[in-house]
């Protein structure tokens, strides 16, 4: 859902990753294991386009993670693109 309102947004690039094993503020550890399938499990979305252009998108979807409760962190971090 957010790869897709981020390209519907109109920003560059979107990619999800999903780990192998995590925890946050409930301190629940959550963790892949090849017998298990599972929908819980940490997930980064990692978004790449200019600042200017993320922040009002993260004010779109930040309504959503509000009323979702805890268990997701939304971070901004500078970065540089060597190769596109």
């Given at each position: 859902?957010?790869?897709?309102?981020?390209?519907?947004f109109?920003?560059?690039?979107?990619?999800?990753?999903?780990?192998?094993?995590?925890?946050?503020?409930?301190s629940?550890?959550?963790?892949?294991?090849?017998?298990?399938?599972?929908?819980?499990?940490?997930?980064?979305?990692?978004?790449?386009?200019?600042?200017?252009?993320?922040?009002?998108?993260i004010?779109?979807?930040?309504?959503?993670?509000?009323?979702?409760?805890?268990?997701?962190?939304?971070?901004?971090?500078?970065?540089?693109?060597?190769?596109?």
């Open positions: 859902m957010i790869v897709y309102a981020a390209g519907s109109g920003l560059t690039g979107a990619a999800v990753l999903k780990g192998i094993m995590g925890y946050g503020a409930s629940e550890v959550y963790s892949s294991k090849l017998w298990e399938i599972s929908e819980k499990g940490p997930l980064i979305i990692e978004i790449i386009d200019e600042s200017h252009k993320i922040e009002p998108f004010d779109h979807i930040k309504p959503y993670f509000e009323k979702a409760g805890k268990g997701h962190v939304v971070t901004l971090d500078e970065t540089t693109v060597v190769i596109h």
